[in-house]
């Protein structure tokens, strides 16, 4: 994506789009990042043909928890594992042995998901243990991208704080976690925060792509921290579902809580910009959706979206419900045929046709979404108003209005594109401070909304 800032109004343009197909090998499920270096590059090439020269900056934002491992001389040494794979099962029982999922949450603010980076970490030096003696460096994902553009190795925050490493207040790695699980912190590169400029274009990186040696910033990198920047919340009573893969439900808070009944109710506390925490619970969300049309495209019938909000409308609600963040749904090898056991199991009238089946995840999600607003009320003892969703699910009418029923509150749809938005928001924020102190990111919102 391609920002255009004029002083007053920020212009957002694609200039490639590509998929992002993770790899199964060998009973394992990793993420093809050769492949997704190279469309990088082929992304910031298409800027080069058309525009030349004159790109004010790069920065990269992704997914959270996933890492990739560098040695000691700046080689990867394995494709990065997914999140969703098997071998992290397992590992919060390991970690509870050494520190329990309380004391956990009171040193790092994270809900003890299984696929969090300090969890993955333990399955790494379980599972892998040559990798794990030659690794010197661990970069999330954001960050190993800017590696390889930059040669700088560093931490950018919003993206580290979803792996259950650091300690929230005090900004930095929770010592007495990394002490108690024996995990050297000599392997995390140093914290930066959102707007920082880590370096610029190697040598070799700007030869190929004949361009000149452009500023690379640490934007805010985990993607629903990006998106954040660009929802326009006009005030603290307002919550945020950042509806994508995942649904990240929440607000943004000055610090962090890390109280028990955050714990119980599966809140987890995420940096933000301008030193903010954001309080949020993961749902499974489009993933859902993503994974009944890749299976029915396998079975021969291609459907866009579009078709499948209007089966969804064609069909009665209220017939039947899934819990979307049941574990049964985090990575089966049949999403439809997954929906329907849970049904099955439940005592519930079973969905059959494919309409059936959407219906009852958009009805599901607005639940879960209902149920994550009342558990937010209980947290933060007040009130929530407006929900603004952004993202991908902004499209999918249907879930935006079932939301809005369900929970009895407004709720503002847009921007669609709001990580890249806030992404590039960031950069600009970046490019500033470089020349001078510049007001904070609340800003934004109004420049994307002229």
């Known amino acids: 994506m391609l920002g255009a800032f004029d002083g007053s109004r920020l212009q957002i343009q694609e200039l490639r789009r590509f998929d992002n197909t993770p790899v199964r090998l060998g009973g394992h499920f990793y993420w093809d990042f050769l492949r997704l270096y190279h469309e990088l590059l082929q992304g910031i090439g298409q800027f080069k043909k058309h525009y ?18 560098l040695d000691g001389q700046g080689r990867l040494l394995a494709n990065p594992y997914h999140y969703r794979d098997a071998r992290n099962e397992g590992m919060q029982a390991l970690a509870a042995r050494q520190l329990p999922e309380e004391d956990m ?9 299984q696929y969090n980076t300090v969890f993955q970490l333990l399955a790494t030096r379980r599972y892998d243990p040559v990798l794990w003696e030659k690794a010197e460096t661990v970069l999330w994902m954001p960050d190993l991208f800017n590696y390889f553009l930059t040669g700088a190795k560093t931490s950018e925050f919003t993206v580290a ?28 590169a140093p914290l930066v925060q959102p707007g920082t400029r880590v370096g610029a274009l190697l040598p070799a990186v700007g030869a190929e792509l004949g361009m000149p040696a452009v500023p690379v910033i640490a934007t805010a990198s985990h993607d629903s921290a990006a998106a954040v920047v660009a929802v326009p919340m006009e005030d603290d009573s307002a919550a945020f579902i950042s509806c994508g893969t995942w649904s990240i439900m929440g607000v943004e808070r000055a610090a962090p809580m890390r109280d028990p009944l955050g714990l119980k109710l599966s809140f987890t506390n995420e940096g933000g910009m301008d030193g903010k925490t954001r ?4 749902i499974m969300g489009l993933w859902l959706l993503q994974e009944c049309r890749r299976q029915w495209a396998i079975e021969g019938e291609e459907a866009s979206y579009a078709d499948m909000q209007a089966w969804a409308r064609a069909e009665p609600g209220g017939v039947c419900f899934v819990d979307p963040d049941d574990p049964a749904f985090l990575a089966p090898p049949h999403m439809p045929g ?8 439940t005592a519930q009238p079973v969905p059959r046709t494919k ?3 959407v219906r009852c995840i958009v009805d599901s999600l607005a639940l879960k979404f209902r149920q994550t607003a009342e558990n937010l009320e209980r947290l933060l003892g007040r009130r929530l108003g407006a929900i603004h969703i952004v993202g991908g699910g902004v499209r999918h009418r249907l879930l935006c209005q079932l939301t809005a029923d369900a929970t009895g509150k407004p709720v503002i749809a847009g921007p669609d594109e709001a990580t890249s938005a806030g992404n590039l928001l960031v950069q600009a924020i ?6 001078g102190p510049v007001a904070s990111a609340g800003g934004g919102c109004a420049i994307l909304q002229v």
Not at 52 to 69: E, M, P
Not at 279 to 282: D, E, L, M, S
């Open 279 to 282: 309080i949020v619970k993961n």
């Open 338 to 345: 997954a929906i329907a056991a849970y049904c099955r199991e």
């Open 430 to 435: 970046g490019l500033r401070r470089a020349r």
């Open 105 to 113: 949450y009171r040193l790092t603010g994270s809900y003890p998901w």
């Open 52 to 69: 030349g020269d004159g790109l004010a900056s790069i920065a990269v934002d992704t997914w959270g928890v996933d890492v990739g491992f």
């Open 355 to 357: 309409g059936e089946i």
């Open 161 to 188: 704080s979803t792996g259950g490493l650091l300690d929230p207040a005090l900004r930095s790695w929770s010592e007495p976690l990394l002490s108690a699980l024996q995990l050297p912190d000599r392997m995390l």
